[in-house]
């Protein structure tokens, strides 16, 4: 179950807002969140500071309103999968993956463990990460920071980072974005020297020294590193009573992690 309103911001709640922060300048554009916490982010950010978002299930229709987690809604419109490829080809569209690997150039795998002729572990396959990050903004979401994840290079490259993206080309480098990369430690952008990944802020109870501990590569790190901001009692509200009430998003961000 979710927490009570009044409870302090669990550390889920925090990445709910961080997440919702990501979208907060998008506009009027089609938000893909892929995954538990990216769903009520993006939901949130809805009922809030971007209310142009336009949101769908996941699955083939735009929604009307923002619904629970699992629950139903009006129908807007209709989006088969066929039909996201025409939003992705005119970069209308931020989309929140996950990342089974990400480098600190912001490359992301979610194909394959290992060496690429005999990798060990076959995952998703690369699906529509290279396109995304062709086409339109990007984000990732981490739910378990380690440094099996944030690594210093990636076994296969799926979602294409700046850098990789300019050596590719004009048609590649035209329309990367990677905008953000939200964890259960911290929030980090490309920022950093030759686009490489930066410490944004850290959640509260987490120390920078957790976030460098838990990461594979050198993060750049500026010389104040702000705390990630806890949800207003009005985005807790809506959180925990309008689109999570069943405390879905604990399976991703549990209990035990707490704020401080």
Known sequence: MSAPTNAPSTRADVCAAAIADAFSE???????????????????AKLTSN????????????????????GTDVVEGWIPFRKVFDVIAYGR????????????????????????????RQLLGSRGAPGNTVGHRTSYWVPRHSDRVFVERVDVVSGVGPRRAREAGPAAARFNDIHRVVSNLG???????????????????????????ATGFSLEI?????????????????????IDPKGL???EVPHDQHRD
Do not use: C
Request: charged residues 20%.
């Open 51 to 70: 209310p142009d978002l336009v949101i769908s299930d996941g699955e083939s229709v735009f929604l009307g309103g923002v619904p629970p987690l699992g």
């Open 222 to 242: 500026p010389a104040d590193v702000p705390t990630t901001r806890e949800p207003s009692y009005e985005e807790l509200v809506l959180i925990r009573e309008v």
């Open 26 to 44: 998008d506009g009027e554009i089609f938000a893909s969140p892929m995954g538990l916490l990216p769903t009520v982010g993006v939901r949130l």
């Open 249 to 251: 998003r604990f399976k």
């Open 187 to 213: 929030v980090f952008d490309l920022g950093g020297a030759d686009d490489t990944m930066r410490l944004v802020s850290v959640h509260p109870g987490v120390a920078v020294d957790d976030v460098v501990a």
């Open 93 to 120: 569209r931020h989309v929140m993956m996950g990342a089974t690997q990400v480098d600190r150039h912001g490359n992301q795998n979610i194909s394959a463990i290992g060496p690429f002729a005999q990798p060990r």
